[in-house]
């Protein structure tokens, strides 16, 4: 069992940035590294969509509507996933969710996969017009 903790939320201003971080404190390195990572987000009223993917190998993949805005990164060494989000629009409005499988030894899809193998809580972006 994975745990993921989302923290780095809050509100902002549109044109503003925020950066997220999803940790897993139970597990080390070694064993971080052999999931795919990803970040997703639900806005209200809304469907559940990917925002960004990120892999062991490194390559990582964006949703259209975030891409040249939003940047996802992994510190495997601190079992920490990442997500610097910059110019908001009131649209990026949503919970933001971590998630993380394994199942493929840490390389993920080339698409979002919404089966996950685990899920965090989410943390709660408000960004404002």
């Known amino acids: 069992q994975l745990t993921l903790v989302e923290s780095g939320g809050g509100s902002v201003q549109a044109g503003g940035s925020l950066k997220l971080s999803c940790a897993a404190p139970e597990y080390s390195g070694f064993i971080y590294k052999t999931y795919c990572m990803a970040w997703f987000r639900q806005a209200p009223g809304q469907e559940r969509e990917g925002v960004a993917t990120m892999g062991r190998d490194g390559v990582s993949r964006y949703a259209d509507s975030v891409k040249g805005r939003f940047t996802i990164s992994r510190v495997n060494a601190k079992n920490t996933l990442y997500l610097e989000m910059n110019s908001l629009k009131p649209e990026d409005t949503a919970i933001y969710y971590c998630?993380?499988?394994?199942?493929?030894?840490?390389?993920?899809?080339?698409?979002?996969?919404?089966?996950?193998?685990?899920w965090g809580k989410g943390t709660l972006v408000t960004i404002s017009s």
């Open positions: 998630a993380a499988d394994g199942r493929s030894r840490g390389y993920c899809d080339e698409g979002f996969n919404y089966g996950m193998e685990y």
